[in-house]
């Protein structure tokens, strides 16, 4: 048993697509000895009905799934292996398992919650969430960014008051700072980089959760998606809009989080790169 616990995030932009690509990196984080115990994807674009069950769990692996024709779609993928003992099935696995914001009618498969047990700790709560992208600040998508935005503040309020050990993990489509953008200056005002989009971001920030990436010295420009076009990911014309939060306790526990930009190099990629923190036991 390893003396921590790794989770991450990750916008698959298809998982039919880069399926192959998810169980490499899994596959390659694994031989490296620095296994990844909690995945949460974003943007399956796929059914629940077409979910690879059957090939994650013979590479080791059990799914919750909220799948979605075409767009969105979120999951949570754990290591068999780093459970506890009690953990033996989908139903033991994933404990308290709710699927979109509870009474925020929506259609739109954005949001899996679960708590899971991992052998050597107390039980984890992880929200996999993809939020909405927003447009334009002058579009009826963003007027459902922000009511979406506040239905989850109100919902993770809840949620730690419940669950001690939380992180949510996921595509937040807003880059919080300056800092997390190529060329601020360009993009000033946009979608992904407004105030109202980055106040919504200080205000999960106020119910106590922590950005894990800003807890620890990192590399300056470091992103976590670049756009295919205009050669991006070459220029690292990018933003950092994919996020590890953190409850208080888990916070206390965090040794380290990075972003992973190995897999936006591979072949027919996603436009985003796998964020991961890790939790000491």
Same mark, same amino acid.
Request: proline share 6%.
């Given at each position: 048993m390893t003396d921590s616990v790794r989770i991450a995030a990750w916008n698959v932009n298809s998982l039919k697509v880069r399926l192959p690509q998810v169980l490499r990196w899994? +596959?390659? $984080?694994?031989?490296?000895? &620095?296994? @990844?115990?909690?995945? =949460?994807?974003?943007?399956? &674009?796929?059914?629940?009905?077409?979910?690879?069950?059957?090939?994650?769990?013979?590479?080791? !692996?059990?799914?919750?799934?909220?799948? $979605?024709?075409? !767009?969105?779609?979120v999951a949570i993928i754990v290591r068999k292996a780093a459970l506890a003992p009690i953990a033996s099935d989908l139903e033991t696995?994933?404990? &308290?398992?709710?699927?979109? @914001?509870p009474g925020n009618a929506d259609e739109q498969q954005r949001i899996l919650a679960a708590t899971v047990c991992f052998g050597g700790? $107390?039980?984890?709560?992880?929200? %996999?969430? !993809?939020?909405?992208?927003?447009? %334009?600040?002058?579009?009826?998508?963003? @007027? !459902?960014?922000?009511?979406w935005l506040k239905a989850l503040q109100i919902w993770l309020g809840c949620e730690l008051d419940q669950h001690p050990q939380l992180a949510l993990l996921g595509d937040f489509n807003i880059a919080p700072d300056d800092t997390d953008v190529h060329d601020p200056k360009a993009w000033e005002g946009q979608n992904l980089v407004s105030p109202p989009e980055r106040n919504a971001f200080q205000e999960l920030l106020g119910l106590g959760l922590q950005d894990s990436f800003r807890m620890f010295e990192q590399a300056p420009k470091t992103f976590s998606w670049w756009d295919y076009r205009m050669m991006g990911f070459r220029r690292n014309a990018g933003m950092r809009i994919d996020h590890?939060?953190?409850?208080?306790?888990? $916070?206390?526990? =965090?040794? %380290?989080? @990075?972003?992973? &930009?190995?897999?936006?190099?591979?072949? +027919?990629? %996603?436009?985003?790169?796998p964020v991961i923190a890790t939790i000491q036991k």
């Amino acid at each position: 048993m390893t003396d921590s616990v790794r989770i991450a995030a990750w916008n698959v932009n298809s998982l039919k697509v880069r399926l192959p690509q998810v169980l490499r990196w899994l +596959q390659d $984080q694994e031989r490296a000895k &620095k296994p @990844i115990d909690a995945l =949460c994807l974003q943007e399956l &674009k796929l059914t629940d009905d077409k979910y690879p069950h059957k090939e994650l769990e013979e590479a080791g !692996y059990l799914s919750l799934a909220a799948g $979605q024709k075409t !767009y969105n779609g979120v999951a949570i993928i754990v290591r068999k292996a780093a459970l506890a003992p009690i953990a033996s099935d989908l139903e033991t696995t994933f404990l &308290k398992p709710i699927r979109n @914001i509870p009474g925020n009618a929506d259609e739109q498969q954005r949001i899996l919650a679960a708590t899971v047990c991992f052998g050597g700790m $107390q039980p984890m709560r992880l929200v %996999s969430a !993809y939020f909405p992208n927003g447009q %334009s600040p002058d579009s009826d998508k963003f @007027i !459902y960014k922000l009511a979406w935005l506040k239905a989850l503040q109100i919902w993770l309020g809840c949620e730690l008051d419940q669950h001690p050990q939380l992180a949510l993990l996921g595509d937040f489509n807003i880059a919080p700072d300056d800092t997390d953008v190529h060329d601020p200056k360009a993009w000033e005002g946009q979608n992904l980089v407004s105030p109202p989009e980055r106040n919504a971001f200080q205000e999960l920030l106020g119910l106590g959760l922590q950005d894990s990436f800003r807890m620890f010295e990192q590399a300056p420009k470091t992103f976590s998606w670049w756009d295919y076009r205009m050669m991006g990911f070459r220029r690292n014309a990018g933003m950092r809009i994919d996020h590890i939060l953190l409850s208080k306790s888990l $916070q206390e526990k =965090c040794s %380290s989080s @990075i972003v992973d &930009k190995e897999p936006r190099t591979w072949e +027919q990629p %996603s436009d985003h790169a796998p964020v991961i923190a890790t939790i000491q036991k």
